[in-house]
């Protein structure tokens, strides 16, 4: 049942906002994110990073070591990254058209507004040859194949990307192409319900695959040509926070925070009226903020 001003529920809209925003974000994956909730622009997630040197392990001498001595061989650290940017959405309606419309519908949208804008400000600022000297020529999206797939596997072997949580993030006209391989499709149905038809490839050749057309509205850097990435989730650090809410603003009238069950992602909605004008205002928002935290660990795809 839609939800209108007559059972309107703020903490209810949130959670079906977040739902929408967690949906289109699951690209962060990919990345290493850190999550609070309750913080002001400027302050501060901590983002925790795992990291792997095959070399330290050795023979166990019981004369010199023991089990409490740090090998260095698997590490976490944790990483703090500034909760930037701040970003919000809205829609402003009469309270005749507040009365009238499906208010599910408004917080879907603002959150698929607000994801739009946090992937693109991910995608601007740092799928760069600046950040990220190592990439890969794989062509253009109407020769990319499963075979592709196969040589970045070898290439993450060889670079030492982590085995565990190795993702790829591919313009959407490449991963379609690859749904066109007759060979890929055949091999992933055969264990299949033949009734159920996979719209998507969870894995291949040990990467998670995930299809972004926002990826293609982001603006790379002239001459470039970044159509994706590998990377096995600790080269970029993922800040993302609520909002505080201190009470302040003319007109705020209420204001809910929803996190993610799954994900843990949240998304703060604030209703506020404006008396000047009579109107009513949904917003959602998000704190975010990023950075580079291993360029080693991932690599830029190419079209040329």
């Known amino acids: 049942m839609a939800t209108t001003t007559s059972d309107f529920d703020i903490t209810e809209l949130a959670d079906i906002a977040v739902g929408t925003l967690a949906q289109k974000l699951d690209m962060l994956s990919a990345f290493s994110t850190g999550i609070e909730t309750d913080r002001n622009k400027g302050d501060f997630a901590k983002v925790f990073v795992h990291s792997k040197n095959p070399a330290t392990a050795r023979d166990w001498d019981a004369s010199t070591d023991n089990y409490l001595s740090d090998n260095g061989g698997y ?21 005749d058209e507040l009365n009238r419309i499906d208010l599910d519908r408004v917080a879907k949208g603002l959150a698929h507004n607000v994801a739009r804008q946090f992937s693109i400000r991910l995608y601007d600022n740092l799928l760069t040859n600046a ?107 993922i800040a993302m926070g609520s909002v505080q809410f201190t009470g302040e603003g003319t007109g705020v009238a209420e204001y809910a925070t929803a996190i993610d069950p799954k994900t843990g992602i949240p998304l703060s909605i604030r209703k506020v009226y404006d008396q000047a004008t009579g109107k009513w205002s949904i917003n959602a928002e998000l704190l975010m903020g990023y950075n580079v935290l291993d360029s080693a660990s991932t690599i830029l795809l190419k079209s040329a």
């Open 75 to 95: 590490t976490i650290t944790g990483v703090n990254v500034e909760l930037s940017e701040h970003i919000y959405d809205n829609a402003i309606f009469t309270q």
């Open 131 to 237: 950040n990220f000297a190592s990439n890969e020529v794989v062509g253009l999206a109407g020769s990319f194949t499963h075979d592709d797939m196969a040589d970045l596997e070898v290439l993450a072997d060889d670079t030492g990307l982590l085995e565990d949580s190795r993702c790829a993030l591919l313009y959407n006209t490449y991963f379609a192409n690859m749904k066109k391989d007759g060979v890929l499709v055949a091999n992933r149905n055969q264990s299949s319900d033949p009734s159920v038809v996979e719209s998507r490839f969870e894995a291949i050749n040990g990467f998670d695959i995930m299809s972004s057309s926002v990826l293609k509205s982001a603006t790379v850097p002239a001459g470039e040509n970044t159509v994706g990435m590998i990377t096995d989730g600790t080269g970029i650090g």
